[in-house]
T-cell receptor
Framework: DTGVSQNPRHKITKRGQNVTFRCDPI?????LYWYRQTLGQGPEFLTY????????KSRLLSDRFSAERPKGSFSTLEIQRTEQGDSAMYLC????????????FGDGTRLSIL | GDSVTQMEGPVTLSEEAFLTINCTYTATGYPSLFWYVQYPGEGLQLLLKATKADDKGSNKGFEATYRKETTSFHLEKGSVQVSDSAVYFC?????????????FGKGTLLTVNP
């Protein structure tokens, strides 16, 4: 169990640029979640994958956000035309496919928009 | 919708003091309840969980009991250590098909002084 891995750890970019984050879940985990955490707040759910299928998207996920999990393993989260309000910590979590199993979190990607 | 309310921080204690962090929730049905901990510079780690009423979750000297009558899941520890300094998040999840997305409170910063 190598844990959930997220890259990069930090991303600084100018407003209007596109950014992409990667998440590698624990290898045997079918479920994968993305959350966003802003300063002083708890994480908020963005989207959920069961294997390669994206089964739920939060209304927080605007049209500028897209997530994929093409082979049911790693996942990417892309933000197009970044805005100041996108500055946050983006967290990935995974869990096994048996009932309500605890989610294991990565260390997150911190996005800063200049 | 689902929500979690936890005690506003920050909380500052001396080593060996008793800790309580209050958490209450609003959710339909029978959610599972969790406490996650985030140490400085690290990702979220599951501290303990409870899946049904009257269950007690425990780990590393921390305890929390699922109280359905008061919709509460308060975190307690009898004697805190400096190493317990971290941000603590209360969270719930409910089954939505296979999506067990987490709803978090805002977090409580705990600082333990020697």
């Amino acid at each position: 169990d190598t844990g959930v891995s997220q890259n990069p750890r930090h991303k600084i970019t100018k407003r209007g640029q596109n950014v992409t984050f990667r998440c590698d879940p624990i290898s045997e985990h079918n479920r994968l979640y993305w959350y966003r955490q802003t300063l002083g707040q708890g994480p908020e759910f963005l989207t959920y994958f069961q294997n390669e299928a994206q089964l739920e998207k939060s209304r927080l996920l605007s049209d500028r956000f897209s997530a994929e999990r093409p082979k049911g393993s790693f996942s990417t989260l892309e933000i197009q035309r970044t805005e100041q309000g996108d500055s946050a910590m983006y967290l990935c979590a995974s869990s096994s496919n048996q009932g309500n199993q605890p989610q294991h979190f990565g260390d997150g990607t911190r996005l800063s928009i200049l | 919708g689902d929500s979690v309310t936890q005690m506003e921080g920050p909380v500052t204690l001396s080593e060996e003091a008793f800790l309580t962090i209050n958490c209450t929730y609003t959710a339909t049905g029978y959610p599972s309840l969790f406490w996650y901990v985030q140490y400085p510079g690290e990702g979220l780690q599951l501290l303990l969980k409870a899946t049904k009423a009257d269950d007690k979750g425990s780990n590393k000297g921390f305890e929390a009991t699922y109280r359905k009558e008061t919709t509460s899941f308060h975190l307690e520890k009898g004697s805190v250590q400096v190493s317990d300094s971290a941000v603590y998040f209360c969270a719930l999840s409910r089954s939505g098909g296979s999506n067990y997305k987490l709803t978090f409170g805002k977090g409580t910063l705990l600082t333990v002084n020697p």
